[in-house]
């Protein structure tokens, strides 16, 4: 294979113009691809990181085979590649000095690339920060019995609970940066600021649990996060709002609702699976020592 199959460019619209079909075409398995880069296209030159954003697709034969792109931390955002496709990647990237804060990719390719990134540059190992399941919805079935209360949209009056509870969420998980940006009034800036949130009240009124899902790109919707604080956990209160949000999706033409889970939760692991959520990838995000720092999801 010859480096130039590698298509390199920092424009929005010239990848989605080369790789939109390929990425739609398993809207499941390129949910961080298609929303990521829809960011990047309705906010433009606005978007935190825009302007350092790389984008390439690997083309074969007059078609896609893979597409990655840089987010807003630096890290490269891969579809699935093959071990001689990945080391071909590094050492093409490495030739032009492209510097990337690390990788994320379903966990083969992220582990291959991450190697040759390594041997190409004489870099520091490569070190593992996140590592997530991803679960498509096959047939949904909501929880049965279902706690008393209804689920609820969240509205602009929600704004202090949803934002207090975004995070508790990230407190609990590690992720520092949209804890920083929250609490420096940066909401539209964090991951959650274009979310869309659903609340599970008990039958007075009072929120129990919430869910968010993202907009639909190319069908594909992503429920995330999902929160229920810890003195109302055990009733079953996640698994109504994660029921409602994702028939809601459903209702509205989704084609593919996925989430990620963490492998270290098996409570939630085995809620997703029961309510007919469907393990289809691992993935895994590595930092490379020496380039711009980061860790989270970069999305």
Known sequence: MRTDDWQLTCETE????????????????????????????????????????????????????????????????????????????????????????????????????????????????????????????????PPHPRPDGRGRTADGSDRAQVTGWCREFCVEVGEQRSIDLIDAGSWAESRFGDRHFTFWETPDGTPAAMAAATTAVGGMVRVDPVYTPARLRGRGF???????????????????????????????????????YERIADFTGYDFPGAASGSGSGA
């Not at 590649?81 to 071909?88: K, N």
């Open 14 to 141: 010239d990848f989605l113009d080369r790789a939109g079909d390929f990425l739609r075409s398993r809207p499941a398995l390129h949910t961080m691809q298609l929303y990521g880069v829809e960011k990047l296209r309705t906010s433009g030159a606005d978007a935190p990181g825009a302007e350092a954003t790389l984008f390439g697709t690997l083309e074969s034969e007059g078609e896609v085979r893979a597409a990655f792109y840089t987010t807003a931390r630096g890290h490269l955002w891969l579809t699935p590649l093959s071990a001689d496709r990945s080391a071909t990647l590094a050492a093409h990237l490495a030739g032009l000095g492209h510097s990337p804060a690390g990788v994320l990719a379903d966990r083969d390719t992220a582990a291959a690339f991450a190697g040759a990134w390594q041997r190409h540059t004489g870099a520091a190992a490569p070190v593992p920060f996140w590592r997530t399941h991803l679960y498509r919805l096959g047939t949904l079935r």
């Open 238 to 276: 996640a698994g109504a709002v994660t029921a409602e949000v994702s028939r809601a999706a459903l209702d509205a033409g989704a084609t593919d609702v996925v989430l990620f889970t963490d492998p270290r939760n098996p409570t939630s692991n085995a809620l997703y699976q029961r309510l007919g």
